[in-house]
């Protein structure tokens, strides 16, 4: 089965295509302006010469939703439904935003009576009418996104499905995202997730819509997936109505293809770029999430991203020899021009690596003549660096292996303190478009159930996750338990507890 | 009679959460609800326990249900001012000031959104010192005043009053059954204590305590420093263990999250072993069958690099931490206290010691 896996970066648009885990053909072409350009480029060169008979899909890993609203930037004003009164009431839609984005996004404000109590009960009635009347003004307004977010929605999403129907009747063509959608307990986080996600709709729309050109107008015809956060993929449909949950696609991709690569599924990932060497760590071969909360451009959500420490090690950072020091500036993208054995003056960690023997890049002879001392003075900062890093990144004081991939991967020192093997692999300077490449699909459930037994929630949060995850493009039965949380809630009777589960399958 | 500043709102709330004990978490949803009071042109006045006339009332005030409810349904003080109107009405006599029954947690700001919205003064105390989960854990019960008249409300049209109850534990189990009813989230407005037994009976200065608490953190982490340290410096505390999560185990024990965390020391501690009980907060810290430290002496957990508090629903594996021991008030740790809220309350099987100061903790001797 042969897939294509694109990662859109800051810097790069990597690509590959892939036979199985073999990988046929790999590019690293610079990311465009309008990236569509750099993704059609990166398609050409991974299918020039290849038979793209029997293509099984093109997984697209982007930047994009997340510098749209990091950057302000194909933002599209959003209409607010909130409904909970007479709770809830304080802090209304769009509080502790920063302003420059609220000013872009912030539409009408409606607050409804209805939602949910802990126990499934409705706290009031739903004010269907009230919901009407917000619908048709909605519709005058000529704001083309709304949100809706429930008090208890991931609980019982009847309120949500509700307003959606009338929104349907009122306000058609309106595209509308329910919280309960996105899952998880905080109304706020949860609310604001709905808002970040409508205002990328129509940005959603519009990117899909050109991979989908660049795809055609290469000749290919194979469906789409968008790499998400966990990283996993959707189909390219799912992604379009739910950019949110592929932000964090970068770090994801590279340390989901460092575990195909080196077949480790428990290790500590060291991705060393261009400017900074990524840290992540790699739990049953899937990247281990941060714990504390999330903020995306300012605004506080749900989103669980993966856990990861950047330092400032990377193939272009300057070192200076008089006072000696080293990064965190970087030559970035110019690594190519300015450093010294590409021809440039500028020394680098690549300069470094290369007069150490660790890799022939370049002129090797254009650093013969560095101090020994200078190189051993580089070479021991290396691997303080990565040492200290590694280790608080770990759980525990056991060694453990690490796996280092992207383009400066040689300068990761073969042995390393508390660390069991340093795993290099081939083609780890694309290991981001290999994550992509062989990304599988998810389903997730994040839900609160009371009243009954422990295994009986866990089964139907389970079959919840899977519904979604086959909702996203995943073979029904390819679909296993990823993993499952459940946390029994305090002074709430009836065996309450909150249950997260995740399945995971191959695409369709 | 003083003004809490706006940047003091940060602080207050930074000092909550290390005074929740892993009970009460970060209040930041109540955070932000002051906030947003302070930019509509509200203004907390906080007024020294020593202003209070003998014969003045005061409202004892908190959220009573669960922490996740508030979440979803946000925190309302109209439900706390629903049920201080109430008992207002039920005694007879308007209120001349509020209080929190818990500094730790969610309620430390309690009694300034309801002070804000009623325009009522804040007193400087509190009658837990920290967070503990149920009502007569107070130091008004362990001075035995009774805890009725108890009026509860939500944010409906719905309320009560507990006129009388045989005890502090009765009150408790009244109030939590409708406070279930009524959605695990309510209003409560505790027996009206007058200023005499406020400041003879509650523990007096908890709202500056927890905001110099949370200066300290905030100053330590503007200056690039370790904020545990300068938590203990600004508490006389001691440093029980730098190391990393290395288990969890929860289970539910009558409404209660109860645990075992386990930690592993690092750097100069490695090697060492923490075994941290909770139920809801953390209630003991043993290492080789030793208890270092245990209720009613506070113990925390904080994120070892932002100094942030870690609640106990929430700490989980491979965290790297600071655990910590502040001590205790002495209405607490007296015969009385410790029969409320000592180790044996909450089913140990030994009796409370201070904790020890370790060399090296910072601060100084506890007096």
Known sequence: MKRIGIDVGGTNTDGVLLDGTRILSRVKTATTADVTTGVRAALAHVTAGADPAGLAGVMIGTTHFTNAVIERRGVERVAVVRIGLPAAAVLPPFTGWPADLRRAVEGPVFMLRGGHEFDGRPIVPFDAEGMRQAARAIAASGVGSVAVCAVFSPLTAAAEEEARAILAQEAPGVAVTLSSALGRIGLLERENAAILNSCLHGLARRTVAAFRDAIAASGLAAPLYITQNDGTVVVAEVAERFPVLCFASGPTNSMRGAALLSGRQNAIVVDVGGTTSDVGVLEGGFPREANSRVDIGGVRTVFRMPDVVSIGLGGGTRVSTAPFGIGPESVGFRIREAARVFGGDTLTLTDIGVGLGLAAIGSPARVAGLDPALLARCRDWIRTALEEVIDRMKTSAAPVPVVAVGGGAFLVPETLAGVSEVVKVPDAGVANAVGAAMAQVSGEVDRIFHDMPREEAVARARAVAEARAVEAGAQRESLVLLDVEDLPLAYIPGDARRVRVRVVGDVR | ?367
């Open chain 2, 1 to 367: 009679m003083r003004e809490i500043e706006a940047d003091e709102l940060e602080a207050l709330a930074i000092g909550a959460g290390v005074l929740g004990t892993g009970g009460g978490n970060h209040p930041h949803l109540e955070l932000m609800c002051a906030q947003e009071a302070y930019a509509r042109g509200k203004r907390v006045r906080m007024l020294d326990p020593a202003e209070l006339d003998d014969d003045a009332r005061v409202a004892v005030l908190a959220f009573m249900g669960a922490p996740l409810v508030t979440k979803e349904r946000l925190p309302e003080p109209v439900s706390a001012c629903r049920a201080v109107r109430l008992m207002e009405a039920h005694v007879g006599r308007r209120f001349d000031a509020v209080m929190s029954v818990e500094i730790g947690g969610e309620n430390a700001f309690l009694p300034l959104l309801v002070g804000m919205e009623l325009d009522l003064p804040v007193v400087d105390a509190d009658v837990m010192g920290r967070a503990f989960p149920e009502v007569q854990m107070t130091s008004f019960a362990i001075r035995g005043l009774p805890m009725a008249p108890f009026a509860i409300a939500d944010i409906r049209d719905n309320a009560l009053i507990i006129a009388h109850a045989e005890n502090a534990g009765w009150t408790e189990r009244l109030g939590r059954r409708a406070v279930v009813e009524l959605g695990s989230i309510a209003g409560t407005c505790g027996a009206p204590r007058t200023g005499a037994e406020v400041k003879a009976h509650a523990i007096l200065g908890s709202t500056s305590r927890a905001i110099r608490l949370g200066r300290a953190v905030e100053r330590a982490r503007r200056a690039h420093a370790d904020p545990v340290a300068a938590i203990l410096a600004a508490e006389s505390g001691a440093l029980l263990l730098r190391g990393k999560v290395e288990d969890v185990s929860r289970r539910m024990a009558e409404g209660f999250v109860r645990g075992q965390a386990r930690l592993g020391g690092t750097g100069t501690d490695a090697g060492r072993t923490l075994l941290i009980d909770f139920q809801n907060e953390f209630s003991a810290a043993r290492e080789d069958g030793a208890v270092l430290a245990s209720v009613p002496d506070l113990i925390t957990i904080l994120d070892a690099v932002t100094g942030e508090a870690i609640g106990a629903e929430v700490i989980r594996y491979g965290q790297r931490v600071a655990v910590i021991a502040l001590p205790a008030d002495p209405i607490m740790t007296s015969p009385a206290g410790l029969a409320a809220v000592g180790p044996r309350a909450f089913g140990f099987d030994f009796d409370y010691t201070p904790f020890a100061r370790r060399a090296g903790a910072g601060g100084e001797a506890r007096p």
